[in-house]
């Protein structure tokens, strides 16, 4: 296999100028790690679920009693992929 130098970038040698200076425009007021983000009842609501199926799922996995049809599994990967 032959890698090219015509991907390479100057960029990847270090910073250019350009960058730099963004860094240096940003206003004084921002503040590292003020982002914050709000999660809705319902997400919270699906997010314990899924976690309660999962420890199922990991407990049956792990006492060797999750079974799953061949044809349950085909006929998933069929639908999903019709859904496409």
Known sequence: ?????????????????????????????????????EVSPLAQSLAVH?????EQLRLQVQSESYNVSADTVAQALIDAHLKQ
């Open 50 to 54: 899924a976690s309660d199926r999962i």
């Open 1 to 37: 296999m032959r890698i090219d130098p015509l991907n390479r970038t100057p960029a990847a040698a270090g910073p250019d100028k350009s960058e730099s200076t963004a860094r240096n425009t940003l206003p004084k007021e921002v503040v590292a790690g003020s982002d914050q983000a």
